[in-house]
């Protein structure tokens, strides 16, 4: 491999501070950061579909019945081979968690990765390695539960790579005022959540759970053919990109990016700025929340609600699904309020992280006191909806403090290693807690420390958070407070707000 990221020249206009204006017409080409834009949204859905299969497959994977036999079975029960049935619950619960040590541990390697490969590269042979591992998911059951161990692990490595490695082509890509916009591509995930569960109910109901791994599979290697086709790290490199949308990017991202020289990334900076160690911190609530729901809730609806198996999936999934609609109507209001100088870029980050923790946070403190059903599943659902404010919020605040190729991707691997390691710890809390899945005293206890932590962890962000580009970016001086989330225009020139992301 090579870093193939290529560079950027002049733009092809003599006032670099002009806006170009665009004005889409029917018969133009599709514009190729929309394009990234379904690329970011489809790989991260299937990222969570191949992540997130194996907690319905594990049903069918384990026997408790026969657990030491080594085949195949084709009705709605197969076993996993290895082991006794003493060891069960342990080998359950290592098969589950192993994807997520992982996973956090392969974040700086992710930042390392993109720095030296380019986004093209990690991205897609990090999906590549997760889809291979999930078609071979099934031959390693049938050998024994370590191979599958050792195969989540992989997939936990591969996928931990993939958020440091996208986040480091928007700050190229995508310019401040449809940057918010962009980042709700990444609540791709939540329609692979909601998909999966259903998906996989039909699946175990009807084939049996090989066919869990085949098709995720299948679906990550046909994702990964798309990606190398029409996936480039810059607009220069692109082969089909207009002119019109080469020369908008290059006039309207910040001038930072465009400058840059390609230096060494500032690690210790990094770990000592208070900034990002704020974004990780707050995030880390926002995560303990959202994995009570993705994790802990299917739990919960089966075992205090009493829903039978196609109703809790169908109930899991949908708020996910919606979340998608939520994140992108967040991230298109921060936008608007960044175009229009509602409020600066801090105030904006600030505001849309209160929406995604202080608002989940209250509410779900309020689900271990509610008794009609009806209410409660409401209050659920507005809940997880406005978790994903914070792709408006602390989330693309991250590109704010270093927008450079490769510096964002390092502050996300810095920040992912510490807030992602809310998603198994706020599994295992909730596993410490709930000794009788039943009890709704000790779900509450759940839920009130998750919004103690939702809640105090926003109150370090509000502190310390800031949207201004930081004095170790590219070594760069930071920008005026006047200059936060200014737009590269003459001054009273009229901004066209026709954009390709609307």
């Known amino acids: 491999m090579h870093n193939s990221r290529g560079s950027y020249s002049a733009p092809l206009d003599d006032d670099p501070d002009r806006r170009v204006s665009r004005s889409w017409r029917l018969n133009d080409k599709i514009p190729a950061r929309l394009v990234l834009y379904f690329l970011s949204w489809s790989g991260f859905l299937v990222s969570f579909m191949m992540r997130n299969d194996m907690n319905f497959a594990l049903v069918a994977m384990i026997s408790n019945e026969n657990f030491t036999h080594n085949?195949?079975?084709?009705?709605?029960?197969?076993?996993?081979?290895?082991?006794?049935?003493?060891?069960?619950?342990?080998v359950k619960s290592i098969i589950i968690s192993s994807f997520y040590w992982c996973y956090v541990l392969s974040q700086v390697a992710g930042g390392i990765a993109t720095e030296l490969f380019g986004t093209k590269c990690?991205?897609?042979?990090?999906?590549?390695?997760?889809?291979?591992?999930?078609?071979?998911?099934?031959?390693?059951?049938?050998?024994?539960y370590i191979g599958v161990i050792v195969l989540r692990s992989i997939q936990g490595f591969a996928s931990?790579?993939?958020?440091?490695?996208?986040?480091?082509?928007?700050?190229y890509w995508i310019p401040l005022?449809?940057?918010?916009r962009f980042m709700s591509s990444f609540q791709g995930f939540s329609i692979g959540i909601g998909l999966t569960y259903p998906l996989c109910g039909f699946i175990l109901s009807e084939f049996s759970w090989p066919y869990v791994f085949y098709t995720t599979g299948t679906l990550g290697l046909g994702w990964c053919l798309l990606w190398y086709l029409l996936a480039f790290n810059t607009p220069r490199e692109h082969p089909r990109i207009s002119e019109e949308e080469l020369n908008f990017i290059e006039l309207n991202v910040r001038k930072e990016v465009i400058n840059a020289a390609k230096v060494k990334i500032p690690w210790l900076k990094i770990f000592r700025s208070l900034p990002a160690w704020a974004i990780a911190i707050t995030t880390?609530?926002?995560?303990?929340?959202?994995?009570?729901?993705?994790?802990?809730?299917?739990?919960?609806?089966?075992?205090?609600?009493?829903?039978?198996?196609?109703?809790?999936?169908?109930?899991s999934g949908m708020p996910f699904i919606c979340s998608y609609i939520s994140s992108v109507f967040f991230c298109y209001i921060a936008d608007k309020f960044v175009m229009y100088k509602v409020l600066n870029l801090t105030n904006v980050r600030?505001?849309?992280?209160?929406?995604?923790?202080?608002?989940?946070?209250?509410?779900i403190y309020c689900i271990g006191y509610i008794d009609n059903v009806h209410i409660l599943l409401t209050v659920w659902f507005i809940a997880v909806i406005f978790i994903t404010a914070s792709y408006a919020g602390a989330m693309a605040n991250i590109i704010d403090l270093a927008p450079n190729y490769g510096h964002s991707a390092a502050?996300?691997?810095?920040?992912?290693?510490?807030?992602?390691?809310?998603?198994?710890?706020?599994?295992?809390?909730?596993?410490?807690?709930?000794?009788?899945?039943?009890?709704?005293?000790?779900?509450?206890s759940v839920f009130e420390l998750s919004a103690i932590i939702s809640i105090l962890t926003f109150v370090v962000y509000q502190i310390f958070g800031t949207a201004e580009i930081q004095s170790w970016n590219k070594e760069l001086p930071t920008h005026d407070d006047s200059d936060e989330g200014k737009i590269l225009s003459k001054p009273n020139e009229e901004v066209d707000k026709t954009t390709a992301l609307k």
């Open 122 to 144: 990690v991205f897609g042979w990090s999906q590549l390695a997760t889809a291979i591992c999930s078609i071979l998911m099934p031959f390693a059951a049938q050998f024994h």
């Open 177 to 180: 005022t449809e940057r918010s």
């Open 160 to 171: 931990g790579l993939t958020w440091p490695a996208m986040y480091a082509i928007v700050g």
């Open 350 to 363: 600030k505001l849309f992280t209160a929406l995604s923790q202080i608002i989940p946070g209250l509410l």
């Open 71 to 90: 085949q195949f079975h084709n009705g709605s029960q197969a076993v996993l081979a290895g082991g006794t049935k003493d060891q069960l619950s342990i």
């Open 411 to 444: 502050v996300l691997a810095f920040c992912q290693t510490i807030h992602m390691s809310a998603s198994f710890i706020s599994p295992l809390t909730a596993g410490f807690i709930v000794t009788r899945e039943d009890s709704i005293d000790q779900w509450r």
């Open 284 to 315: 880390f609530g926002r995560i303990f929340v959202h994995y009570v729901f993705i994790v802990s809730g299917p739990t919960f609806m089966g075992k205090v609600l009493k829903f039978n198996f196609e109703t809790n999936g169908f109930l």
